[in-house]
């Protein structure tokens, strides 16, 4: 839940600066648009001022006019000149607004050919896309049609194979010889039929005939089909194939039917038959399958084929050359393209050649079908004129009767024909000619006409060929382009690739940690499993313990009781009984614990190298216990050997020493006495040490046990620090997606913000042109009537032509202020005085309105560039601001990084100050627990020493007791001295060596509290690295943003270069 609170509090932090940063832009824009206000306020009185003096100017011009009082004709030329200047500025208004339709319309067309443009990628794209798919699914169906060829080969081979086993086995032999003593028997059966009559056998010849010519052209047909597809020849080969075995089959059985004398055959080659028409029935399947398989994919492969050709030929005859440029997708779209629109071009050009060509000769076929038909009629009057003639003849030569008159006239009439039929050459003669020059003219007209359009054509052929050339180098251009875009693309991908393999070796090393932790779950479970085990060996020493306290009890009781020798040796005896019973119980039981342990160091032999040692520490731990409780025990059996062999050879020597009164009986009975004290001494002995043993092996035991807790501790503080790791892995992970999603949306701001602002640029752009177009007209404004009075003065001049005054300096004056002035004119000065008051003021009042003019011209001029270096100082100012925008949100951009990087910093110190912190609150614990063992060590030993004291004591007192009985006390209260000695001595030594062991494990502790800070660096580097490369994807998220704007920059150009042209 905190977590969620501090995730919910860091997003609300930064949607506050977001909020704060857009507030900041919004009071940034409000204070822009007040500059710019203020800008048009201060601009407007001027732009007022300018506007209003020449209205002004003009107003005291009229003023002046009406107070001189000249002529109308003035006014009327003032009034016309207006007249006309007004019209003249409707003329431009309107060739303006023409201009301005133009380029709307240009600006419309250039539109529509960027969204062609757009639609033509997208097209060639998805033709692209589409291409790649066809061509993998060709890939596919080669791969298929290799695997069924491979499949149909193999069903070739197992069909000969078993065609050859069938060729070898004795069986169908046997069968096989059977059918050809059948097939002569029906052959003889044949023989014995009556024979063919010569009329069925001439049907038979001539169906033949007809049979042969149909399989003929059948054959043809087939062999043409089987070229264009031979799958079908293999299929009807082989059904053919098919059915002549099975027509033969069914021949077969029906000669069998007819034939009763094979009864007892019939049935086993029947079913013979029925099994082979069986396996043919399932070949026929298999073939049927693989056939259609077979075509289905050669139809597949055609409608491949044929897209194929149709998108990579479709040339019909083209002159227009594939050039390799580019990728090969858009190269073959692009000029197929440019092929398609010029063939359309050609083709229309073509076409209305022949139209012309085609009206060419109609005409000249015209003419000569005319010419052919009048001389064809000419002919025919010809030919009936000599017809009648021939008619004429015969009437001639029948007139024997007539005369010589007869003749004569004949002759006359003869003649006259013929002067009327060369009178008619002649005229055809004219006629023919006249129409040959008309139709000389009119093919000269038509060939001009035809030149004339042969040379438009070729001037539409030369800008056509221009058009294309220019299309070829915009194609260039835009190809150049899109390498580059592709090139950049290309950049992009390989850092996005080199993105996402950081991110999944990020994925992997998170996989092998949980893994790892997984594990160390469950070795944390088995050594908690261990430790169960443990603790209830430890309830079992503790129960074994109580209950050799009790026959310690008891066998003290037994001691003071009883007496007699007889009772001491059976004591004696059942206690080395107890003894024996107790080493054999404690035997599998150590033995069981050896194998639990060597069991579970197999189970842990998956676990960390770390759990390793710890479990070879313990291993060892359990070897040393048993060496040592083996040891003890031999060295408990050889003190008691050799106490016993000191006290006999001690015995035996006072016995020779002591020659006194007493008898053999006596000194018999008083060794056997001291015999069995001496057992019982070293009975006792053992007990003690035992009980010593016992104590050590208990405090061993509980030291083994808190270093085992102590182990465990360490290991859930491990496994606690690698769930921590991998969360901080988790939550990086996410930030860096984040981060991602983040650095998206500010794409996609930025790319907002920045088509907004190039909207607010070409705005404020499109108004400074139009205050320039209105500066513009201003001037042009200012300088029409300054041409008028130039006209006017002009005007003036001419038509003033003054007479002199008789004195000689006047005139000068006047010809000095550039009047003319005539001769014949010039006594008429003496009539008019008034005039030369007149036209000096006239003169003073025009020099006084030029030099106004002059100085609203050179104020105008100044206002003017004040005003454009204004300008230019607000575009810098745009300019600045866009810089300083962009530098403010890289700023931030990278401030947010470096907050993360220093939350990540932040997170990463806090969770190592949390792990010292545990691993100092477990030091001290282990301290703790050391010092309570030590207490726990030290109550122990003083409770023994208190025991041996005790024991002392009563020995002192049971040997004050028999010393009174027998001379040998001081000797054995010697002996006990130097034993305790001794075990004082051992226990002592034993001691030292636990507080070595204590001080090694203190140093192997520290030297794992290094390996852990090790790990603990080494965790901080790859922090360290995480973060660097945090700042790599900032920097390589930065450049991608720069390449975009470059991007973006380029294409603005070209569209104003493609706007320009």
């Not at 034939?259 to 082979?276: G, N, T």
């Not at 007209?777 to 001419?798: C, E, G, I, S, Y």
């Amino acid at each position: 839940m905190e977590r969620k609170r501090d995730k919910m509090e860091g997003q609300k932090q930064l949607m506050s600066q977001e909020a704060e940063d857009v507030k900041h832009s919004w009071e940034n824009m409000r204070r822009e648009k007040g500059r710019l206000k203020y800008f048009k306020k201060k601009v407007r009185p001027d732009m007022e001022r300018v506007i209003f003096e020449p209205d002004e100017i003009r107003e005291m011009l009229h003023m002046i006019r009406e107070d001189t009082k000249l002529c109308k004709k003035h006014l009327f030329e003032e009034k016309t000149q207006m007249k006309w200047m007004s019209f003249q500025a409707e003329k431009r208004r309107k060739k303006l607004d023409q201009k301005l339709e133009k380029i709307i319309q240009e600006g419309d067309q250039l539109d529509i050919l960027k969204k062609k443009m757009d639609q033509q990628r997208q097209e060639t794209e998805k033709k692209s896309k589409e291409i790649l798919t066809l061509l993998l699914i060709s890939e596919k169906i080669k791969f298929n049609l290799e695997k069924t060829t491979e499949e149909i080969r193999s069903t070739n081979e197992e069909m000969l194979k078993t065609q050859q086993k069938i060729k070898k086995s004795n069986e169908l032999k046997s069968y096989m010889d059977r059918l050809t003593c059948i097939k002569n028997q029906i052959n003889e059966w044949k023989l014995s039929q009556p024979p063919v009559t010569s009329g069925l056998l001439k049907e038979k010849l001539d169906g033949t005939h007809r049979e042969v010519r149909s399989e003929i052209l059948t054959d043809k047909a087939k062999k043409s089909a089987a070229e264009k597809n031979p799958l079908e020849n293999i299929r009807t080969s082989e059904g053919y194939v098919i059915e002549e075995k099975t027509e033969n089959h069914e021949k077969f059985s029906k000669h069998i039917g007819q034939r009763e004398s094979f009864s007892q055959e019939i049935p086993a080659l029947e079913k013979q038959i029925y099994m082979l028409n069986e396996q043919e029935e399932v070949l026929k399947v298999q073939i049927k399958t693989n056939i259609r398989k077979l075509q289905d994919k050669a139809l597949k492969m055609r409608s491949i084929v044929t897209e194929l050709d149709e998108l990579q030929c479709q040339k019909e005859d083209a002159e227009v050359i594939i050039r390799e440029m580019g990728t090969v997708e858009s190269k073959l779209l692009q000029d197929v393209q440019l092929r398609d629109h010029l063939m359309k071009r050609t083709n229309v050009f073509k076409k209305q050649i022949m139209q012309t060509d085609l009206k060419d000769q109609t005409k000249t076929t015209n003419v000569e079908q005319k010419l052919d038909k009048n001389l064809q009629r000419l002919w025919a009057r010809i030919y009936q004129t000599q017809q009648v003639l021939k008619l004429i003849k015969p009437e001639i030569g029948c007139q024997y009767g007539t005369g010589n008159e007869t003749k004569d006239l004949i002759d006359n009439e003869i003649k006259g024909l013929l002067q009327d039929l060369r009178q008619f050459q002649k005229l055809l003669e004219m006629e023919v000619g006249q129409k040959r020059l008309n139709l000389n003219v009119d093919t000269c007209s038509q060939k001009s006409t035809m030149t004339k359009k042969r040379r438009e054509l070729d001037l539409k052929l030369e800008n056509i060929l221009r058009e294309r050339d220019e299309l070829e180098m915009l194609k260039t251009q835009i190809q150049r382009k899109s390498e580059g875009n592709q090139r950049q693309l290309e950049k992009i991908r390989k850092c996005q690739n080199d993105i996402e393999k950081i991110a999944g070796k990020a994925k992997e090393r998170s996989k092998v940690i949980m893994c790892n932790m997984k594990k160390s779950d469950a070795k944390v479970r088995m050594i908690e499993d261990l430790n169960k085990k443990i603790e209830a060996s430890k309830q079992r020493w503790n129960e074994i313990y109580l209950l050799t306290s009790q026959h310690k009890a008891l066998t003290e009781k037994l001691k003071t009781e009883l007496g007699h020798e007889n009772e001491r040796e059976s004591l004696f005896e059942r206690e080395n009984r107890k003894r024996s019973e107790k080493l054999a119980r404690d035997k599998p039981f150590t033995s069981t614990k050896a194998t639990q342990a060597e069991e579970t160091s197999e189970d842990f032999l998956v676990l960390t190298p770390h759990q390793e040692r710890l479990i070879e520490k313990i291993k060892l731990i359990m070897n040393q216990f048993n060496y040592r409780k083996c040891k003890r025990e031999e060295q408990n059996l050889e003190l008691s050997e050799t106490v016993i062999q000191d006290i006999l050879r001690k015995v035996s020597e006072m016995l020779a020493q002591e020659t006194g009164t007493e008898g053999q009986n006596g000194k018999l009975s008083q060794m056997k006495i001291e015999h069995n004290k001496k057992a019982l001494l070293s009975e006792t002995n053992e007990r003690q040490k035992q009980h010593m043993t016992e104590g050590q092996d208990s405090i061993k035991w509980t030291r083994e046990i808190a270093e085992i807790e102590v182990l465990n501790t360490e290991l859930e503080i491990k496994r606690k620090e690698n769930n921590a790791i991998l969360k901080k892995m988790v939550r990086e992970g996410e930030k860096n997606e984040r981060m991602m999603n983040e650095i998206k949306e500010a794409k996609i701001s930025f790319k907002r913000e920045v088509q907004r602002k190039r909207r607010e640029l070409d705005q404020r752009l499109e108004k400074i042109r139009r205050e320039q177009d209105e500066l513009e007209m201003l001037k042009l404004k200012l300088k029409q009537p300054r041409a008028a009075m130039f006209h006017d003065n002009q005007n003036t001049q001419d038509q003033r032509t003054v007479v002199c005054v008789s004195s000689e300096n006047e005139p000068k004056d006047l010809e000095k202020n550039g009047w003319k002035i005539t001769n014949t004119k010039y006594e008429m000065l003496h009539k008019f005085p008034g005039l030369i008051s007149t036209i000096n003021d006239i003169r003073d009042l025009g020099v006084k309105i030029y030099g106004y003019l002059e100085t609203v011209k050179s104020e105008i001029c100044q206002f003017l560039k004040q005003q454009n270096v204004g300008l230019d100082k607000k575009r810098n100012e745009v300019k600045a601001l866009t810089v300083e925008n962009n530098s403010v949100k890289e700023n931030i951009t990278r401030i947010k990084s470096l907050i993360g990087m220093d939350k990540m910093t932040k997170q990463a110190t806090r969770d190592v100050d949390e792990t010292w912190k545990q691993r100092k609150v477990t030091h001290k614990q282990e301290l703790r627990i050391a010092s309570l063992t030590t207490k726990q060590t030290a109550q122990k030993r003083k409770a023994l020493i208190t025991e041996m004291m005790s024991d002392e004591t009563r020995k002192k007192k049971l040997k004050k007791r028999k010393d009174a009985k027998d001379p040998l006390g001081e000797i054995n209260k010697k002996k006990t001295t130097d034993n305790l000695e001794k075990h004082v001595k051992t226990n002592m030594e034993t001691l030292q060596v636990l507080m070595k062991k204590i001080t090694l494990k203190n140093r192997k502790k520290r030297t794992e509290l290094h390996k852990i800070k090790a790990t603990q660096e080494s965790l901080s580097n790859m922090c360290i690295k995480l973060e660097d490369n945090s700042v790599k994807m900032v920097k390589l998220i930065d450049i991608i943003k720069n390449i975009k704007e470059r991007i973006l920059r380029h294409e603005n150009q070209l569209t104003a270069t493609r706007k320009n042209k």
